[in-house]
């Protein structure tokens, strides 16, 4: 259950529009639920702030649909990353209104009470086409969790001049995510352009030299650049989740 949920019962309640046992029935769902295939985390949104992901690859659709659809039913909407097409389909076909987003791989349905918007803009920047599925999958995470978010695309090192010309989008921004593949070089430039934080997501993008990402995460472990910050190669969402903290706070 979401804190702006649990908010708008207490409201509720002070107001005398709800009575203090069907605010107690509300509240006292249980923290946790067993499907035997999986346990679902419900509190986890009062905790953080934003509900259970589910985490599609390795899951049969039915097991995608089972998940989301019991958080779904809290109210809270769901998030399903790294979903395969026919998984996708099916969860549609249960809850109307879910949104999917084939080259980020997610399906997303909105919780029924709006979530908190964060306090400032979120930037993805992508060093080519190729990452695009990784930012997808940062920016759709993101809007999940109220991050208002813009994209700058396909402004790799290669051709610097791109990134140089957007200037004000590194300067508008209040995180900054940079995605890249091959040399991993972009986030260095950011991080000595801006003045906000920069999460550099690794992409196993590139030849193979580029060692299905080894070698642009190195690159962005080795950043000169300060306050450059690193999570999993092709973790879109890891690093989203980690802007949304940010923007929040």
Do not use: W
């Not at 957007?166 to 040399?183: F, K, N, Q, T, W």
């Not at 990402?213 to 879109?236: K, Q």
Request: with cysteine; net charge negative; hydrophobic share 50%.
């Amino acid at each position: 259950m979401r804190r702006e949920r649990v908010r708008d019962l207490l409201a509720q309640v002070a107001d005398g529009s709800l009575d203090v046992d069907r605010a107690l029935a509300t509240l006292a769902l249980d923290p946790s639920e067993s499907l035997g295939y999986a346990t679902i985390d419900h509190h986890r949104a009062l905790r953080q702030g934003f509900p259970e992901v589910v985490y599609g690859a390795g899951k049969t659709p039915a097991q995608i649909v089972g998940i989301a659809c019991r958080i779904a039913d809290r109210g809270d909407g769901v998030l399903v990353t790294r979903i395969a097409e026919d998984a996708a389909a099916a969860l549609a076909a249960e809850l109307p209104g879910v949104e999917h987003n084939a080259v980020a791989r997610t399906a997303h349905l909105r919780p029924s009470t709006p979530i908190a918007a964060a306090r400032a803009r979120l930037l993805v920047v992508t060093a080519g086409t190729s990452d695009l599925p990784v930012a997808e999958e940062a920016a759709v995470t993101a809007d999940a969790m109220g991050c208002a978010t813009d994209r700058l695309t396909d402004v790799g090192v290669a051709g610097l001049h791109r990134l140089l010309a957007r200037r004000e989008m590194l300067d508008e921004a209040g995180v900054i995510i940079v995605v890249a593949g091959m040399d991993g070089a972009l986030a260095s430039v950011v991080g000595g352009l801006a003045r906000v934080p920069v999460i550099a997501v690794p992409t196993s993008v590139g030849y193979g030299a580029a060692f299905q990402g080894i070698a642009p995460l190195l690159t962005m472990l080795n950043s000169c650049a300060a306050g450059v910050t690193v999570v999993n190669i092709d973790n879109g969402f890891g690093a989203a989740m980690a802007a949304a903290r940010i923007l929040h706070s």
